[in-house]
């Protein structure tokens, strides 16, 4: 069984403790969800034969994703 580690580099507000990438910045939201369908895409022959248990959301603030973002990145 496998899994899919997404992050998501968006957050509401920056943490002073955080060090991981990320944007307080909405304004390429968009065209990163994209970017992350077309890498799934292009990498899914990786998990042939696989069964992907499990979807991993992280990084800054994954609830910051509409659910149509989400539902794109899920199928």
Excluded: N, W
């Amino acid at each position: 069984m496998s899994g899919i580690y997404i992050h998501i580099p968006f957050c509401k507000q920056a943490c002073h403790y955080c060090d991981f990438h990320f944007s307080t910045t909405m304004g390429k939201k968009e065209a990163m969800v994209k970017a992350l369908c077309k890498e799934l895409e292009l990498r899914k022959a990786e998990f042939s034969g696989e069964q992907v248990a499990t979807i991993y959301f992280g990084g800054g603030t994954p609830s910051v994703l509409e659910t149509e973002e989400i539902e794109q990145l899920i199928a």
